[in-house]
């Protein structure tokens, strides 16, 4: 359920878009409402001190995943009190766990309207963590699912970094650059990778998507680790 923050009042807000045009046009809606106030917008690609120039209270972030979780991960590392709301999020278990696992105060559905994206910005300048309906559905839909698993694997688990690693081949990302974005060296994703298909009972890329889409492990959506990046790693 979406309720305005306590003693709300105007907010403001760093916007990161995936795109000028996307931003702009959000930008200028947003200057319609009392409640919000834009003081800039940044992107992806920009170092993480350009944002410490601006006054915020809230960033608010329209990036496509795995994108965009990488990136609120990397301004949490550079700013830990940083509030983040996570924008135009498709309302999917697997994505918006993507995005809690990465830190975000607040999550708002590509389908929720203006005033769920102003009532859960408004409780993130206030600490408070909220998202929109849509998303509350799809994780009450995933958590009552869960809760009827059994897991088909002898209850073994992925850890922590087989987790992310496998998401990330998942999104199409080769094992030389999941090794760079996480610091680790190729031969220890290799081996990551062939412990995580072993526990999957897979073999290939695409058998290994369709058991982490469907959740059918339940070790990978109730334990999985943020998405990481590594210093010195950027967003494209």
Not at 72 to 85: F, G, M, S
Request: glycine share 8%; with cysteine; proline share 3%.
């Amino acid at each position: 359920m979406i309720e305005q923050a306590i003693g709300a009042c105007m907010v403001s807000v760093l916007l990161i878009p995936d795109c000028a045009i996307e931003g702009e046009a959000l930008a200028s809606t947003l200057c319609g409402y009392d409640q919000l106030h834009v003081v800039g917008i940044r992107y992806a690609e920009d170092d993480e001190s350009t944002a410490r120039q601006l006054a915020y209270d809230v960033i608010l972030i329209d990036v496509p995943v795995p994108d965009g979780p990488l990136l609120a991960k990397r301004i949490l590392d550079y700013e830990p009190n940083a509030k983040i709301v996570a924008m135009s999020v498709p309302e999917t278990e697997h994505e918006i766990l993507l995005w809690v696992q990465a830190g975000v105060t607040g999550c708002v559905g590509r389908r929720a309207p203006l005033s769920e994206l102003i009532a859960v910005t408004q409780a993130a300048a206030n600490n408070v963590r909220q998202c929109s309906a849509g998303v509350a559905q799809a994780l009450f839909g995933g958590a009552n699912r869960l809760a009827r698993t059994v897991d088909a694997q002898n209850g073994v688990a992925l850890t922590n970094r087989e987790t992310e690693i496998l998401r990330l081949l998942v999104y199409g990302w080769s094992n030389k650059k999941i090794a760079r974005t996480l610091g680790i060296e190729v031969s220890t994703v290799k081996n990551h990778v062939h412990n995580g298909f072993q526990k999957l009972g897979v073999h290939s890329r695409a058998a290994a998507a369709r058991v982490l889409l469907d959740g059918r492990q339940a070790g990978i959506e109730s334990h999985g680790a943020a998405l990481a990046a590594r210093e010195g790693t950027r967003v494209h």
